[in-house]
C-alpha cells in the first residue's frame, strides 16, 4: 500500500489561509468517507484534527476543516497563527488486509 | 483523564526482540480497536498493526508482517506489540493510539495518542 501523498511544505502569512492536500486513489480517499488530518509538533504525538474528511473532534479550532473530492482530500487552516506551525498528516481507511495509509507529511511553515 | 502510555523501547541488536506496552486509562479498552504506529527519525508516521476489541480482527503492515505480533488484555486494560526479528529499519518511536468504531465520535481515527516509546535497533 502507497503512502498518500502531500505537498512536502506549506506556507502562509499570519491571518492569511493554506490549503494542504492528500492525494490517494479509489482503494482509500476515493472510497472511503474516513479521511482524518493530524497535526504534531516536534517531539510531541499528533494530534487528531479532523475526522469523516470534515468533522472537528471537540476543542479543535473551527478555523481547521476538511473536504475531499475524489480521490484528493484538503485540509485547510484560515486566520494562520504562529501555533499552527508543525507538520500535518493525512491518513484514509483502505482495504481490508492493511486498513490504514497515512500521507507523507506537510510541514507547515508560519512566515 | 483518557490516555495511554506506552512503555518497553530500548536499544536491541539486529535479529533481537522486544515486547512494547501500552498502558489504558480513563475509558474501558474492550470498547475500542488499537492500534501502532511508528516514525522513524525525521521521518513520517507508518501505520503498523491494527487489533479488534474482541481480538477478532488483526492487521499488520507488509514491512513488520510475519515478524511483529499484536495482542491485548482488556481485563488490564493494555496492548502489546511482540517484534522478532528486528532491523535497523524498524527503529522508530513507536505510538499507540485508540481507534473508535462506526458509531462512536471519531470512527476510523486515531483519536487519542501516547507519547511514543523508542526502540532502536543497532549492533
Known amino acids: 500500500q502507497s503512502a498518500l501523498t502531500q505537498p512536502a511544505s506549506v506556507s502562509g502569512s499570519p491571518g492569511q489561509s493554506i490549503t494542504i492536500s492528500c492525494t490517494g486513489t479509489n482503494s482509500d480517499i476515493g472510497g472511503y468517507n474516513y479521511v482524518s488530518w493530524y497535526q504534531q509538533h516536534p517531539g510531541q504525538a499528533p494530534k487528531l484534527m479532523i475526522y469523516e474528511v470534515n468533522n472537528r473532534p471537540s476543542g479543535v479550532s473551527n478555523r481547521f476543516s476538511g473536504s475531499k473530492s475524489g480521490n484528493t482530500a484538503s485540509l485547510t487552516i484560515s486566520g494562520l497563527q504562529a501555533e499552527d506551525e508543525a507538520d500535518y498528516y493525512c491518513?484514509?481507511?483502505?482495504?481490508?488486509?492493511?486498513?490504514?495509509?497515512f500521507g507523507t507529511g506537510t510541514k507547515v511553515t508560519v512566515l | 483523564e483518557v490516555q495511554v502510555v506506552e512503555s518497553g523501547g530500548g536499544l536491541v541488536k539486529p535479529g533481537g526482540s522486544l515486547r512494547l506496552s501500552c498502558a489504558a486509562s480513563g475509558f474501558t479498552l474492550s470498547d475500542y480497536s488499537m492500534n501502532w504506529v511508528r516514525q522513524a527519525p525525521g521521518k513520517g508516521l507508518e501505520w503498523v498493526s491494527s487489533i479488534s476489541p474482541s481480538s477478532s480482527y488483526i492487521y499488520y503492515a507488509d514491512s513488520v508482517k510475519g515478524r511483529f505480533t499484536i495482542s491485548r488484555d482488556n481485563a488490564k486494560n493494555s496492548l502489546y506489540l511482540q517484534m522478532n526479528s528486528l532491523r535497523a529499519e524498524d527503529t522508530a518511536v513507536y505510538y499507540c493510539?485508540?481507534?473508535?468504531?462506526?458509531?462512536?465520535?471519531?470512527?476510523?481515527?486515531?483519536?487519542?495518542w501516547g507519547q511514543g516509546t523508542m526502540v532502536t535497533v543497532s549492533s
Open positions: 493510539a485508540r481507534e473508535p468504531y462506526a458509531g462512536q465520535i471519531a470512527p476510523y481515527a486515531f483519536d487519542i
Open positions: 491518513t484514509s481507511y483502505t482495504s481490508i488486509t492493511t486498513p490504514y495509509v
